[in-house]
């Protein structure tokens, strides 16, 4: 079995920054991308950062400059650092990886969610 747990979302007042986390844990040989999507209230779900094992990053347009995404390899776990938040942002956040299982399947895996408002 592997779980993703995010964490860190909440409330926030625009301009405001929170930070996001998402640990992977279980029988996991190693993974491979891992990333950040997002979905807004009667929208469709989709991406905001993902990083690769070798460190390179993807952004959508609307937060670059604003958000960076990160990788601690040895804890399993990746992080999304955003700043300059807006009403826009609000949205609840999936974490995704793509991962190769001890028993040697690949598969992507998604977390439960974690709820991120900005509003005065």
């Known amino acids: 079995q592997v779980q993703l747990v995010e964490s860190g979302g909440g409330l926030v007042q625009p301009g405001g920054s929170l930070r996001l986390s998402c640990a992977a844990s279980?029988?996991?040989?190693?993974?491979?991308?891992m990333g950040w999507y997002r979905q807004a209230p009667g929208k469709e779900r989709v991406l905001v950062a993902r990083i690769t094992s070798g460190a390179s990053t993807d952004y959508a347009d609307s937060v670059k400059g604003r958000f960076t995404i990160s990788r601690d390899n040895a804890k399993r776990t990746v992080y999304l650092q955003m700043n300059s938040l807006k009403p826009g942002d609000t949205a609840v956040y999936y974490c995704?990886?793509?991962?190769?299982?001890?028993?040697?399947?690949?598969?992507?895996?998604w977390g439960q969610g974690t709820q991120v408002t900005v509003s005065s």
């Open positions: 279980g029988s996991i040989l190693s993974i491979n991308s």
């Open positions: 995704n990886a793509v991962i190769t299982t001890g028993l040697g399947t690949i598969g992507g895996y």
